[in-house]
């Protein structure tokens, strides 16, 4: 499942026009741990927005707000994140290491970047949830998306008279609002607007 997920969040950048940075070979040389870096991608906008930065939870739209991220992508299927998986020596405590920071820096050849982690889904209940972003900022971590929104984005952009060319992932989202099985009234559900 790993393979999809990067895939979805990588054509999201895309589609908002992120380039996305090549790292195999700073990979390669700089990193001999294997679990962390297949899931990082490296993005960048051509130039630098002049909104002011988003806050730590990125919302519908938000990401066009950003110069330059390293994107750390966590399972979109997994459960729900709570507070409680995210313990000194997890994964997530690991997002915004030395080693992510020395790579990002490296592709950048800058320090001018965001740190951003791709979760699965926050918690419901109001105080579980600011209690998971804080536990995730204090990680060191710039900004967090679920990826329901990084989905609602995608089918709120694709268009049923697009063409997207050589993405099997976008064409068989466009197929599937094209042939209504995404709804207006479950884009209505994620609080985006429908448009064909």
Known sequence: MSAVNIQLVREYFELNLFYIL???GVEAAQTKDQDTVPSLLFVEQAEAPTLPPPGFLL???DIKNIH???VEVRAWHGGR???SAMGADSLFSRVASQQTHRLASNIFHSDSYKILLVV???PSSASARIQSLETL???GIHHVIEFRTILGDLLKQISIHGNY???KTLQSLKLLKRYNFIRPQDLEQLEL???S
């Open 137 to 139: 900022q204090s990680f």
């Open 68 to 70: 330059r991220a390293a």
């Open 165 to 167: 060319g050589p993405s």
């Open 22 to 24: 090549p790292h195999w």
């Open 81 to 83: 994140l709570y507070s």
């Open 59 to 61: 919302g519908s739209g």
């Open 193 to 195: 607007p429908f448009d």
């Open 120 to 122: 699965a889904e926050l």
